[in-house]
T-cell receptor, first 113, second 113 residues
């Protein structure tokens, strides 16, 4: 068990560009969550998947954000037309099932210039 | 409106003494509470959890106490060690939800040798 991994760890982009992040959950974990953390705040829920199905999206997830988990394994989070307000740490977590402990990856730190 | 509140941004404790981190919540529908620890540039690491039907859970040096009538929980670390220096997040799961965590803003604990 290698834990949750995320790639890249850091991303610097210019405003208006598109970015994509990847999350590899712990194998056999059916649940995958995306959170966002800004400076001085706790992580905030964005969306989650049960296997390949995206079951809930937060109001924080604007139309510029899209997430996929095509085969129920890894997931991608894409941000289109990035804005400076998108600068944050994007965290991925996985759990075996609902109600089970969520294990977090190291996060992807995004800086939009 | 912050549903999970950690009112102390920071706490400094001497090595070997007890650290007490506090958390208040407003939503009486929360039925599961967790504490996570976070080092810089890493994702949150699960520490300990407690169900709303219990008032205490202990795991080694870590004990979480839950006072439902006061909507308050606390994490006790005894004895504190310099390696415990990190940001501690309190998180809650609403009953009937799909498991997405609601976090407080965190408390930065510094344990001095």
């Amino acid at each position: 068990d290698t834990g949750v991994s995320q790639d890249p760890r850091h991303k610097i982009t210019k405003r208006g560009q598109n970015v994509t992040f990847r999350c590899d959950p712990i194998s056999e974990h059916n649940r995958l969550y995306w959170y966002r953390q800004t400076l001085g705040q706790g992580p905030e829920f964005l969306t989650y998947f049960q296997n390949e199905a995206q079951l809930e999206k937060s109001r924080l997830l604007s139309d510029r954000f899209s997430a996929e988990r095509p085969k129920g394994s890894f997931s991608t989070l894409e941000i289109q037309r990035t804005e400076q307000g998108d600068s944050a740490m994007y965290l991925c977590a996985s759990s075996l099932e609902v109600g089970e402990t969520q294990y977090f990856g190291p996060g992807t730190r995004l800086l939009v210039l | 409106d912050q549903q999970v509140k950690q009112n102390s941004p920071s706490l400094s404790v001497q090595e070997g003494r007890i650290s007490i981190l506090n958390c208040d919540y407003t939503n009486s529908m929360f039925d599961y509470f967790l504490w996570y620890k976070k080092y810089p540039a890493e994702g949150p690491t699960f520490l300990i959890s407690i169900s709303s039907i219990k008032d205490k859970n202990e795991d080694g040096r870590f004990t979480v106490f839950l006072n439902k009538s006061a909507k308050h929980l606390s994490l006790h670390i005894v004895p504190s060690q310099p390696g415990d220096s990190a940001v501690y997040f309190c998180a809650a799961i609403p009953g009937g939800s799909q498991g997405n965590l609601i976090f407080g803003k965190g408390t930065k604990l510094s344990v001095k040798p």
